[in-house]
């Protein structure tokens, strides 16, 4: 009887324990945080229907009133990829036991392997590759990612693999214009992974890891966010109950309350693919319906503003305006569906 009892209040026990002191320690207000950031992502697990909702208006036949030059910026490989997306061989069973001790390593820390999940190593090389092409680059989308043609806006989804990713690869350009990233919550990732939560509090920063930091030359010490983020159009983590096509259609109606006529967003392969699914007419056979933009490319395109058939307000893209400037799409579904 005693046994059950105890089996039974320990765990509320600690729980409580936890709360009082987060009350007057930072750690354990982090372990706190971060608990029900998990709980959060096992719901979206569960319940989520980010990645369900009814069909859209076709847009095809949209009356062009307005035009919108969008360059698309994918973010780097993340940690949660470099566990679950290199295959579930002999390998997968250490890399996930790794990713798992670093987890408890952060427990007390902002950090996390899997909650809203950072830059690899890799993911770090990669945004410098995407560095590289910026400064480096002859063609009109790397002048304008550069600052140097044209006015643009840069803005990034609230999690911290596309922030770090937009921050390492215009690093040069933030640091001469002065302006500031803006954090938009309207483009955080369409999943029901538990990487997908965001870090982040409304009107807040996510704090980046070390390796990302360092990619920029930065610590958590010398690094402050505000000084290089606007997150005053961030409202944190989506609702479990949410829909991807509503960011969606809102960052359309975002850019185009814009005056600078390109918007540079950094975000991710499934909201990308869908954002080009929803907007580019049905009939279209392009692949960027179908692939995911490899890690770190850049592809640009015009977005139109118009009215459809029956007067609602709609969006489409001109396919003839897609343009893959560094590295492109992947063809791996393209391959299975030639064979």
Same mark, same amino acid.
């Given at each position: 009887?005693?046994?059950?009892?105890?089996?039974?209040?320990?765990?509320?026990?600690?729980?409580?324990?936890?709360?009082?002191?987060?009350?007057?320690?930072?750690?354990?207000?982090?372990?706190?945080?971060?608990?029900?950031?998990?709980?959060?992502?096992?719901?979206?697990?569960?319940?989520?229907?980010?990645?369900?909702?009814?069909?859209?208006?076709?847009?095809?036949?949209?009356?062009?009133?307005?035009?919108?030059?969008?360059?698309?910026?994918?973010? @780097?490989?993340?940690?949660?990829?470099?566990?679950?997306?290199?295959?579930?061989?002999?390998?997968?069973?250490?890399?996930?036991?790794?990713?798992?001790?670093?987890?408890?390593?952060?427990?007390?820390?902002?950090?996390?392997?899997?909650?809203?999940?950072?830059?690899?190593?890799?993911?770090?090389?990669?945004?410098?590759?995407?560095?590289?092409?910026?400064?480096?680059?002859?063609?009109?989308?790397?002048?304008?990612?550069?600052?140097?043609?044209?006015?643009?806006?840069?803005?990034?989804?609230?999690?911290?693999?596309?922030?770090?990713?937009?921050?390492?690869?215009?690093?040069?350009?933030?640091?001469?214009?002065?302006?500031?990233?803006?954090?938009?919550?309207?483009?955080?990732?369409?999943?029901?992974?538990?990487?997908?939560?965001?870090?982040?509090?409304?009107?807040?920063?996510?704090?980046?890891?070390?390796?990302?930091?360092?990619?920029?030359?930065?610590?958590?010490?010398?690094?402050?966010?505000?000084?290089?983020?606007d997150a005053r159009e961030n409202d944190g983590d989506k609702p479990v109950s949410s829909q991807g096509i509503s960011r969606i259609k809102d960052f359309a109606a975002w850019c185009f309350e814009r005056e600078e006529p390109t918007v540079v967003a950094? @975000?991710?392969?499934?909201?990308?693919?869908?954002?080009?699914?929803?907007?580019?007419?049905?009939?279209?056979?392009?692949?960027?319906?179908?692939?995911?933009?490899?890690?770190?490319?850049?592809?640009?395109?015009?977005?139109?503003?118009?009215?459809?058939?029956?007067?609602?307000?709609?969006?489409?893209?001109?396919?003839?305006?897609?343009?893959?400037?560094?590295?492109?799409?992947?063809?791996?579904?393209?391959?299975?569906?030639?064979?």
């Open positions: 009887m005693i046994s059950t009892m105890l089996f039974t209040l320990l765990p509320l026990l600690s729980v409580i324990a936890l709360w009082i002191g987060s009350l007057f320690d930072q750690r354990f207000a982090n372990i706190v945080y971060k608990l029900h950031l998990l709980r959060t992502g096992l719901t979206h697990m569960l319940f989520s229907k980010d990645r369900k909702w009814k069909k859209q208006p076709d847009s095809d036949g949209v009356t062009v009133e307005e035009s919108k030059q969008i360059i698309f910026i994918r973010h @780097g490989e993340s940690k949660w990829n470099l566990v679950f997306n290199k295959g579930f061989g002999p390998s997968f069973p250490v890399r996930l036991a790794s990713a798992i001790g670093n987890e408890f390593k952060q427990s007390i820390t902002l950090d996390s392997v899997f909650v809203d999940s950072p830059l690899s190593k890799e993911g770090c090389d990669q945004a410098k590759g995407l560095y590289k092409y910026i400064e480096s680059g002859k063609d009109e989308v790397s002048a304008i990612l550069k600052g140097t043609e044209g006015e643009s806006v840069v803005c990034s989804s609230n999690l911290r693999r596309a922030l770090s990713t937009c921050t390492i690869g215009m690093w040069d350009r933030i640091q001469r214009s002065q302006e500031k990233v803006k954090i938009l919550s309207c483009l955080q990732e369409v999943t029901f992974n538990i990487d997908g939560v965001a870090l982040a509090k409304p009107q807040g920063y996510p704090e980046l890891c070390d390796e990302e930091l360092d990619a920029f030359g930065k610590t958590k010490e010398s690094f402050h966010p505000e000084r290089y983020y950094a @975000g991710h392969s499934l909201y990308f693919r869908y954002f080009f699914d929803t907007f580019l007419p049905k009939k279209s056979l392009h692949e960027s319906r179908i692939n995911k933009m490899e890690n770190c490319a850049v592809v640009s395109f015009s977005l139109h503003k118009g009215k459809t058939k029956s007067g609602k307000t709609w969006y489409s893209i001109d396919e003839s305006s897609i343009n893959a400037s560094y590295l492109g799409f992947e063809q791996k579904k393209s391959k299975k569906k030639k064979n």
